[in-house]
């Protein structure tokens, strides 16, 4: 007998027993959770998102002083938009990215997630650590336990111009220092805090040329966020060869003069024209597709004119 051929009490009858059947159960538990898990991911995510940045609880700002020089900064009351956009520094919160930033660090997250693009994730001038601690909650977040977050700082602010490309007026500033526990209690605060984040302490001059001597992986992400020329100089001639064939780079300071100059003349250096993608008024990124063979003739010059 067919199905048609039932009486249509059987077929209502038959239909219902299978909606409740065990597995129908099952199947819709399963549904439902892999949905609420999804739903709580994002909520995650974006909790995380305006936590670090300060826009949860709305906190003050410090006014990026006009001058580098200048070390007394005013504070001013939370404005929306100045945070989403990383144009101020929140007097608490744990990054002075703005949520843009943010946004378009998980977009690329993704992006090398979907891409199956290998490698770790590092980002060069950490301040609070808020940025990296967001990368590391993503990790999190999506159960990747392949990859490591490092952050590299002096945690104890700029250096002073070693090269005469920059000023001193970043060393001055006091807002910028925070010292290595600072950065590792936030994170166990997060509870972010594990073999997955890996700290290097010292000027990038330092510790990137060290970074290299243990590092035997590859570089996925990279977010650049030393402010002057020779910080910008220094994180591409020690980490662009590591990075894996379709990587991204984040600049955060492309809008400073002096970086976005020390952006162009590596990209003149070594006949590099990437597709650069503004995030914001500030930051941008760009992916490179094939490796880059460094000009270490350039860097070793550049190094001999150095004071210290
Ligand atoms: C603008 S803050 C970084 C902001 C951070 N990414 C965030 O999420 O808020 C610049 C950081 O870069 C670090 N820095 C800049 N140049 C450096 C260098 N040459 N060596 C080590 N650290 C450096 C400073 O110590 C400071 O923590």
């Not at 709305?58 to 009351?77: G, H, I, N």
């Not at 662009?240 to 002096?258: F, N, T």
């Not at 094939?290 to 550049?302: A, Q, R």
Request: net charge negative; with cysteine; hydrophobic share 40%.
């Amino acid at each position: 007998m067919s199905f048609r051929s039932l009486p249509p009490i059987a077929i209502y009858f038959v239909l219902l027993m299978s909606a409740y059947s065990p597995l129908a159960w099952c199947m819709r538990d399963k549904v439902q959770s892999v949905h609420q898990h999804g739903d709580l991911r994002a909520l995650y995510i974006n909790t995380l998102k305006k936590s670090v940045t300060g826009i949860l609880l709305e906190t003050q700002s410090y006014q990026p002083a006009a001058s580098a020089k200048e070390s007394q900064l005013r504070v001013v009351p939370f404005q929306r938009e100045k945070r989403i956009n990383g144009e101020d520094w929140p007097v608490q919160g744990l990054s002075m990215v703005g949520l843009k930033r943010l946004d378009n660090l998980e977009t690329l997250f993704n992006h090398i997630e979907a891409l199956k693009i290998p490698g770790d994730l590092i980002e060069c001038g950490v301040w609070r650590g808020g940025a990296s601690l967001f990368m590391r909650g993503l990790l999190k977040a999506h159960g990747v336990t392949d990859r490591t977050v490092h952050l590299v700082d002096s945690f104890d602010g700029l250096p002073k111009n070693s090269t005469g490309a920059d000023d001193d007026g970043w060393s001055e500033m006091e807002v910028l220092k925070v010292p290595l526990e600072a950065v590792q209690g936030a994170f166990e605060r997060y509870e972010l805090l594990d073999r997955q984040v890996h700290f290097h302490k010292g000027y990038f001059r330092d510790s990137l040329p060290a970074f290299r001597q243990f590092f035997t992986g590859r570089i996925a992400l990279l977010r650049m966020d030393g402010d002057m020329y020779e910080s910008t100089t220094d994180i591409l001639y020690n980490l662009v060869d590591l990075l894996s064939p379709g990587a991204c780079i984040v600049v955060d300071d492309w809008e400073i003069p002096v970086c976005q100059r020390a952006m162009k003349d590596f990209f003149a250096t070594h006949s590099l024209e990437p597709t650069i993608h503004h995030i914001d008024t500030t930051a941008v990124y760009f992916c490179l597709e094939d490796p880059v063979k460094l000009n270490m003739g350039w860097y070793d010059s550049f190094n001999a004119k150095r004071v210290t």
